[in-house]
């Protein structure tokens, strides 16, 4: 695997990115839902460095099932705070084709936030399927399979401190 983000600058863009989303909202209270899995090492991170009342939550969203091709997406909101009347801000680990984002936006704003904007730290491009664009991006990245930092290849890497490029000879090998 090959470095693409270090430590240093992953603290440094969600420390710009949490500047952002002050800014955006203010003193207002907010509602972070953290979409699950991969997002959890991000949430963590950007929720400490945010000072407005905060309520924290997760949604599940899957569509891979331990492969790299994209399967039939999944959501699984029971995790969730009641949204209703809130600012909802929706924190991915990655901005792909955008369908997960998309479809997990349509489900929380079927239950009446007040407002509902998306935070990711990586935006691959080239890929982009669907006309939305993030409200916040830490990174933009060129369209490589990536780990770390909360992304993971067959539930492996989460840990690392770091994002990195598989290689094709990485994805060919069982992590575990």
């Known amino acids: 695997m090959r470095e693409?983000?270090?430590?240093?600058?992953?603290?440094?863009?969600?420390?710009?990115?949490?500047?952002?989303?002050s800014q955006c909202y203010g003193d207002r209270p907010l509602t972070i839902l953290g979409v699950l899995t991969g997002s959890?090492?991000?949430?963590?991170?950007?929720?400490?460095?945010?000072?407005?009342?905060?309520r924290v939550g997760v949604v599940q969203a899957s569509s891979y099932r331990g492969q790299t091709t994209r399967g039939r997406?999944?959501?699984?909101?029971?995790?969730m705070p009641d949204v209703h009347g809130r600012d909802v801000?929706?924190?991915?680990d990655i901005f792909d084709t955008g369908h997960t984002i998309n479809?997990?936006?349509?489900?929380?704003?079927?239950?009446?936030?007040?407002?509902?904007?998306?935070?990711?730290?990586?935006?691959?491009?080239?890929?982009?399927?669907?006309d939305l664009d993030p409200d916040f991006v830490a990174f933009d990245i060129p369209d490589e399979f990536v780990v770390g930092y909360g992304l993971d290849y067959r539930d492996a890497?989460?840990?690392?401190?770091f994002v990195a490029a598989l290689e094709p000879d990485d994805l060919e090998e069982d992590p575990a």
Do not use: F, H, W
Not at 73 to 79: E, K, R, V, Y
């Open 73 to 79: 997406l999944t959501i699984n909101s029971d995790l």
């Open 103 to 130: 479809e997990v936006m349509a489900k929380v704003r079927q239950l009446g936030p007040t407002s509902i904007r998306c935070a990711v730290l990586l935006r691959k491009t080239g890929r982009q399927e669907i």
């Open 157 to 161: 890497y989460r840990n690392l401190s």
């Open 40 to 54: 959890i090492v991000l949430l963590a991170d950007l929720i400490r460095m945010l000072e407005m009342p905060l």
């Open 4 to 21: 693409l983000l270090s430590k240093e600058r992953l603290e440094s863009g969600v420390a710009a990115m949490a500047q952002q989303v």
């Open 89 to 92: 801000l929706l924190v991915d």
